[in-house]
Protein backbone atom coordinates (compact mmCIF):
# COMPACT_ATOMS: atom_id res chain seq x y z
CA UNK A 1 0.00 0.00 0.00
CA UNK A 2 1.43 3.49 -1.17
CA UNK A 3 2.21 5.64 2.47
CA UNK A 4 3.32 8.81 2.87
CA UNK A 5 4.98 9.01 6.49
CA UNK A 6 6.16 12.65 7.91
CA UNK A 7 8.14 13.80 10.46
CA UNK A 8 7.59 15.05 13.31
CA UNK A 9 3.99 15.32 13.27
CA UNK A 10 4.88 18.95 15.35
CA UNK A 11 7.42 21.09 16.04
CA UNK A 12 8.08 24.37 17.47
CA UNK A 13 10.70 26.38 17.14
CA UNK A 14 11.97 30.05 17.87
CA UNK A 15 11.64 32.78 15.31
CA UNK A 16 14.94 33.64 13.00
CA UNK A 17 16.06 29.53 13.21
CA UNK A 18 16.00 26.78 10.80
CA UNK A 19 14.47 23.26 10.87
CA UNK A 20 14.22 20.59 8.67
CA UNK A 21 10.88 18.74 7.88
CA UNK A 22 11.03 15.06 6.68
CA UNK A 23 8.68 13.02 4.19
CA UNK A 24 9.56 9.16 3.44
CA UNK A 25 7.21 7.43 0.91
CA UNK A 26 6.39 4.02 -0.48
CA UNK A 27 4.35 5.24 -3.99
CA UNK A 28 5.81 3.08 -6.64
CA UNK A 29 6.07 4.28 -9.13
CA UNK A 30 7.26 7.25 -8.82
CA UNK A 31 6.19 10.85 -10.56
CA UNK A 32 6.35 13.78 -8.80
CA UNK A 33 6.56 15.22 -4.88
CA UNK A 34 4.78 18.56 -3.53
CA UNK A 35 4.95 19.96 -0.84
CA UNK A 36 2.15 21.85 0.68
CA UNK A 37 1.13 25.06 3.39
CA UNK A 38 -1.26 25.21 5.11
CA UNK A 39 -2.21 28.17 7.13
CA UNK A 40 -4.72 27.17 9.79
CA UNK A 41 -8.48 28.08 8.47
CA UNK A 42 -6.83 27.79 4.83
CA UNK A 43 -6.77 25.30 2.09
CA UNK A 44 -3.21 24.14 1.15
CA UNK A 45 -1.07 26.11 -0.39
CA UNK A 46 1.63 24.35 -3.02
CA UNK A 47 5.22 25.36 -1.98
CA UNK A 48 7.43 23.15 -4.25
CA UNK A 49 6.69 20.18 -6.76
CA UNK A 50 9.50 18.03 -7.75
CA UNK A 51 10.03 15.47 -10.65
CA UNK A 52 12.26 12.14 -10.62
CA UNK A 53 15.42 14.01 -12.20
CA UNK A 54 15.67 16.91 -9.83
CA UNK A 55 16.88 16.67 -6.02
CA UNK A 56 16.87 20.07 -5.31
CA UNK A 57 14.21 23.07 -5.47
CA UNK A 58 13.68 26.69 -3.81
CA UNK A 59 11.21 28.70 -3.13
CA UNK A 60 12.47 31.87 -1.24
CA UNK A 61 13.27 30.73 2.33
CA UNK A 62 12.03 27.05 1.53
CA UNK A 63 14.39 24.58 0.36
CA UNK A 64 12.88 20.84 -0.98
CA UNK A 65 15.22 18.11 -1.52
CA UNK A 66 14.15 14.47 -3.13
CA UNK A 67 15.96 11.82 -2.81
CA UNK A 68 14.37 9.39 -5.57
CA UNK A 69 16.42 6.47 -4.30
CA UNK A 70 15.77 5.94 -1.00
CA UNK A 71 12.15 7.67 -1.33
CA UNK A 72 12.92 10.40 1.32
CA UNK A 73 12.58 13.96 0.78
CA UNK A 74 13.44 17.05 3.53
CA UNK A 75 11.63 20.67 3.52
CA UNK A 76 14.20 22.93 5.20
CA UNK A 77 12.70 26.52 6.18
CA UNK A 78 15.43 29.26 6.96
CA UNK A 79 15.51 32.39 8.85
CA UNK A 80 11.85 31.40 10.04
CA UNK A 81 9.05 33.78 10.46
CA UNK A 82 5.91 33.85 12.28
CA UNK A 83 4.62 33.39 9.27
CA UNK A 84 5.55 30.28 9.17
CA UNK A 85 3.61 28.74 11.68
CA UNK A 86 1.36 26.36 9.62
CA UNK A 87 0.99 22.54 8.74
CA UNK A 88 3.14 21.48 5.85
CA UNK A 89 2.09 18.54 4.07
CA UNK A 90 3.95 16.08 1.64
CA UNK A 91 2.58 14.65 -1.14
CA UNK A 92 3.42 11.88 -3.85
CA UNK A 93 2.02 11.31 -7.23
CA UNK A 94 1.95 7.85 -8.47
CA UNK A 95 1.76 8.68 -11.99
CA UNK A 96 0.45 12.08 -13.74
CA UNK A 97 -3.27 11.25 -12.73
CA UNK A 98 -4.74 13.08 -9.47
CA UNK A 99 -6.50 9.81 -8.51
CA UNK A 100 -3.20 8.45 -7.24
CA UNK A 101 -1.81 11.05 -5.09
CA UNK A 102 -1.18 10.06 -1.77
CA UNK A 103 -1.12 12.67 1.24
CA UNK A 104 0.47 12.43 4.39
CA UNK A 105 -0.85 13.95 7.42
CA UNK A 106 1.37 16.70 7.41
CA UNK A 107 3.89 17.97 10.21
CA UNK A 108 2.56 21.85 12.31
CA UNK A 109 4.72 23.89 12.79
CA UNK A 110 4.74 26.68 15.57
CA UNK A 111 7.11 29.15 15.50
CA UNK A 112 8.12 31.43 18.25
CA UNK A 113 8.78 34.60 19.22
CA UNK B 1 -9.15 36.37 -9.52
CA UNK B 2 -10.74 35.82 -6.62
CA UNK B 3 -9.34 31.84 -6.64
CA UNK B 4 -11.77 29.17 -5.38
CA UNK B 5 -14.74 30.04 -3.77
CA UNK B 6 -16.43 27.86 -1.12
CA UNK B 7 -19.61 28.40 0.72
CA UNK B 8 -20.96 28.39 3.33
CA UNK B 9 -17.69 28.10 5.23
CA UNK B 10 -18.77 27.13 8.12
CA UNK B 11 -22.09 24.75 8.30
CA UNK B 12 -23.97 22.82 11.58
CA UNK B 13 -26.59 20.82 11.13
CA UNK B 14 -28.43 17.98 12.98
CA UNK B 15 -27.82 14.18 12.07
CA UNK B 16 -30.39 13.14 9.18
CA UNK B 17 -30.16 16.40 7.48
CA UNK B 18 -29.52 17.11 3.97
CA UNK B 19 -25.95 19.02 3.53
CA UNK B 20 -25.29 20.68 0.60
CA UNK B 21 -21.28 22.37 -0.30
CA UNK B 22 -21.12 24.35 -2.90
CA UNK B 23 -17.68 25.27 -5.36
CA UNK B 24 -17.02 27.65 -7.86
CA UNK B 25 -13.65 26.81 -9.48
CA UNK B 26 -11.32 29.55 -11.19
CA UNK B 27 -12.44 30.44 -14.47
CA UNK B 28 -10.64 28.81 -17.12
CA UNK B 29 -9.82 25.45 -15.14
CA UNK B 30 -11.11 22.62 -16.25
CA UNK B 31 -10.19 20.32 -13.53
CA UNK B 32 -11.90 20.06 -10.23
CA UNK B 33 -11.61 18.47 -7.30
CA UNK B 34 -13.21 17.42 -4.07
CA UNK B 35 -11.51 16.75 -0.76
CA UNK B 36 -11.80 15.57 2.76
CA UNK B 37 -9.66 16.54 6.12
CA UNK B 38 -9.66 15.32 9.29
CA UNK B 39 -6.98 14.89 11.57
CA UNK B 40 -7.14 11.09 11.77
CA UNK B 41 -6.57 10.39 8.14
CA UNK B 42 -5.64 13.72 6.61
CA UNK B 43 -6.11 15.05 2.95
CA UNK B 44 -8.31 12.35 0.72
CA UNK B 45 -9.50 13.15 -2.70
CA UNK B 46 -13.23 11.99 -2.70
CA UNK B 47 -14.01 13.19 -6.41
CA UNK B 48 -12.69 14.52 -9.44
CA UNK B 49 -14.26 16.06 -12.67
CA UNK B 50 -12.68 17.15 -15.98
CA UNK B 51 -14.68 19.25 -17.96
CA UNK B 52 -17.48 18.59 -15.58
CA UNK B 53 -17.86 14.63 -16.11
CA UNK B 54 -17.09 13.15 -13.30
CA UNK B 55 -13.81 10.86 -13.53
CA UNK B 56 -13.36 8.85 -10.54
CA UNK B 57 -15.44 8.74 -7.83
CA UNK B 58 -13.54 6.35 -5.93
CA UNK B 59 -13.09 7.93 -2.98
CA UNK B 60 -16.75 8.64 -2.14
CA UNK B 61 -16.91 7.03 0.86
CA UNK B 62 -20.65 5.56 0.60
CA UNK B 63 -23.93 6.39 -1.65
CA UNK B 64 -25.00 8.87 1.08
CA UNK B 65 -22.44 11.09 -0.53
CA UNK B 66 -22.76 12.46 -4.18
CA UNK B 67 -21.24 15.34 -6.36
CA UNK B 68 -22.32 17.47 -9.35
CA UNK B 69 -20.66 19.66 -11.68
CA UNK B 70 -23.71 21.24 -14.21
CA UNK B 71 -21.88 23.63 -15.53
CA UNK B 72 -17.71 24.78 -15.66
CA UNK B 73 -18.30 27.22 -12.81
CA UNK B 74 -20.12 25.72 -9.96
CA UNK B 75 -19.88 22.05 -8.70
CA UNK B 76 -21.78 21.12 -5.25
CA UNK B 77 -21.21 17.89 -2.39
CA UNK B 78 -24.39 16.60 -1.24
CA UNK B 79 -24.58 14.57 2.12
CA UNK B 80 -27.89 13.08 2.90
CA UNK B 81 -28.63 11.58 5.31
CA UNK B 82 -25.57 13.45 6.84
CA UNK B 83 -23.97 11.56 10.16
CA UNK B 84 -21.81 12.79 12.76
CA UNK B 85 -18.79 10.61 11.43
CA UNK B 86 -19.28 12.73 8.10
CA UNK B 87 -18.00 15.74 10.33
CA UNK B 88 -14.62 17.45 8.77
CA UNK B 89 -13.31 20.05 6.51
CA UNK B 90 -13.85 19.98 2.48
CA UNK B 91 -11.58 21.43 0.75
CA UNK B 92 -12.54 22.20 -3.18
CA UNK B 93 -9.51 22.59 -5.79
CA UNK B 94 -9.37 23.03 -9.24
CA UNK B 95 -6.97 23.01 -12.19
CA UNK B 96 -5.86 23.99 -15.74
CA UNK B 97 -4.52 20.68 -16.28
CA UNK B 98 -3.96 16.86 -15.01
CA UNK B 99 -0.55 15.76 -14.22
CA UNK B 100 1.03 19.09 -13.29
CA UNK B 101 0.73 21.77 -10.98
CA UNK B 102 -0.47 24.42 -13.54
CA UNK B 103 -2.31 26.36 -11.00
CA UNK B 104 -4.02 23.94 -9.09
CA UNK B 105 -5.70 26.14 -6.33
CA UNK B 106 -7.47 24.94 -3.00
CA UNK B 107 -10.38 26.79 -1.97
CA UNK B 108 -10.64 27.97 1.59
CA UNK B 109 -13.10 24.91 2.73
CA UNK B 110 -16.26 24.19 4.29
CA UNK B 111 -16.01 22.99 7.97
CA UNK B 112 -18.95 21.05 8.54
CA UNK B 113 -19.89 19.65 11.99
CA UNK B 114 -22.97 17.25 12.18
CA UNK B 115 -24.04 16.75 16.03
Known amino acids: KNQVEQSPQSLIILEGKNCTLQ??????????LRWYKQDTGRGPVSLTI?????NTKSNGRYTATLDADTKQSSLHITASQLSDSASYIC????????????FGKGTMLLVSP | DAGVIQSPRHEVTEMGQEVTLRCKPI?????LFWYRQTMMRGLELLIY????????DSGMPEDRFSAKMPNASFSTLKIQPSEPRDSAVYFC?????????????FGSGTRLTVV
Open chain 2, 49 to 56: FNNNVPID
Open chain 1, 50 to 54: MTFSE
Open chain 2, 27 to 31: SGHDY
Open chain 1, 91 to 102: VVSEDSGYSTLT
Open chain 1, 23 to 32: CNYTVSPFSN
Open chain 2, 93 to 105: ASSLSRGLDYGYT
